[in-house]
DNA sequence: GTAAATAATCTAACACCGTTAAGCAAATGT
DNA sequence: ACATTTGCTTAACGGTGTTAGATTATTTAC
């Protein structure tokens, strides 16, 4: 039976195809008009079958999500590797936060937008935790008075997090607004740079 | 013909009944479960007749938003008027920006959360330029040095408002995360003071 | 090779959604 | 008393996520 595993890799591209056509689009159309029959239009076949694959449509989200904090996880690694200060790792990491955010809008979206409601699943999910314990790390090393609590650092990483997540949202919601690409960039790192500055004042 | 009076007056109330009827059902099952037989359900009608006060769900859910940027202005307005510096006004403000986001949970969502899509509409809204403005008064007048650009203001009223936003999602969407609610006002207020400092230095 | 068993897929349906059109019944105007 | 308008309902359309049953294709067993 040597054609089992050929069996299980059809299996798994389905699987994929399944994801890479949702992903498609709501890329094109947007998270509202994506739709089990939509889905099941693009690979080919008709929804019911989408149900051997997951459970219902937020599995498929679900796995959608995990797909974006792997891209999001190797984003950050990489810019973490690329400094040797922790002041230029955090600010370089936090860029590539953003960076992620507009490169991968409807990830992002998935991730922290839309829907405020569910989220409660994504807590215990390895890739986002693994993000957000590479954040902290460099965070910690930022502290020049050691040693440090978990409170200090959860504290820091929430600063950090809400004014980039704030900045990100407000973009994202009014991007025809009167703010400009600079000076987006100029408040981003000005914020990052104060975080960064007050945790040893 | 003095029924008439009388008559309007009826409709405005069933038009404010099916208000408050959606504010209702939003409360009680989230905004997911919000819909246009349920809330006609609720008022002892069909759902037809609500298209005869709204044009749509979405013509209820604006009518709801205006609701909130009017409660939210109410609120913002008299913590500037508690205070003399503009100091305090400022904090004052955006401490009651950030108890509205939780006391009106409901509300906050559907003004900033839910949906980062439409959003267009929204733009042109009184009661949200309104809230705005009164904000980007205070912080005008926090700038010693005269004059001040229009950019400057808009500059400092994102830093500000992208962190208390950011701030606010993060306590929207983990509410059980390892933050106490201490924690997070001090990082709201030193994030406030932050700001406001920086602006004359 | 043929028959039974299993897997893969589809059709049809359920219950819900937002929305619209048609119809009915009561109140109103003439 | 008749015609007209008003208030409201029922029924329907096209859409959604999801499930059960039938159908077809493939594999297995003899």
């Known amino acids: 039976m040597g054609s089992k595993e050929r069996i299980l890799r059809l299996k798994e591209e ?17 998270w509202q008009a994506l739709s089990m029959r939509k889905i ?10 989408i149900y051997e694959y997951f459970p219902n449509k937020e599995g498929i989200l679900l796995e959608l999500t995990r797909r974006g904090y792997q891209i999001l996880g190797k984003a950050i690694r990489e810019a973490r590797d ?14 590539a936060y953003w960076n992620f955010a ?13 829907d405020m409601v569910c989220c409660t699943v994504k807590n215990s999910m390895q890739e986002a935790e693994q993000v ?3 954040l902290g790390d460099v965070i910690e090393s930022l502290f020049k008075n050691k040693p440090v609590t978990e409170d200090d650092i959860c504290m820091k990483y929430y600063t950090y997090w809400s004014i980039i997540h704030g900045l990100i949202s407000i973009n994202l919601v009014r991007p025809n607004g009167r703010t400009t690409d600079e000076l987006n960039q100029q408040i981003l790192k000005d914020a990052i740079k104060g975080i960064t500055l007050s945790i040893n004042s």
């Open 102 to 114: 507009f490169s991968h809008k409807e990830f992002y979206q998935l991730m922290y937008g839309v």
């Open 40 to 49: 099941a239009d693009q690979i080919e076949y008709t929804a019911p079958i």
């Open 14 to 30: 389905t699987r994929t195809s399944i994801l890479d056509a949702a992903l498609n689009i709501v890329q094109t159309e947007g």
């Open 132 to 134: 957000s314990a590479m």
């Open 82 to 95: 690329d400094h040797e200060k922790p002041e230029d790792k955090m600010e370089a990491m936090w860029v």
